[in-house]
């Protein structure tokens, strides 16, 4: 991972404005991504566990994880939450 683990969390968490998103960072590098419905409730749109943070080695990468889960994000169903297992890039 070419950036800190703040740096990559900022980078994500930032690009899902202004809905609020939560990225967590595991020891092994594992990350969990979560997107909320708004910032007032703490209703998850979606969840996306798994992603290993260490493949994340360019823009180009971050740039097409953060495309992915834009579109898992507005494909998701309607009537509940989508729990996805991630990519590893």
Known sequence: ???????????????????????TLAPDQSMTVKVYGDHQTDQLD???????AAALNSCREIHEL???LRH???HKPVSHLTELKARTH
């Open 72 to 74: 898992d994000l507005e």
């Open 1 to 23: 991972m070419f950036l800190s683990a703040l740096e990559l969390r900022n980078i994500i968490e930032s690009s899902f404005l202004p809905k609020r998103c939560q990225c």
């Open 66 to 68: 953060i495309a992915e």
């Open 46 to 52: 979606l969840v996306v566990t798994g992603i290993d």
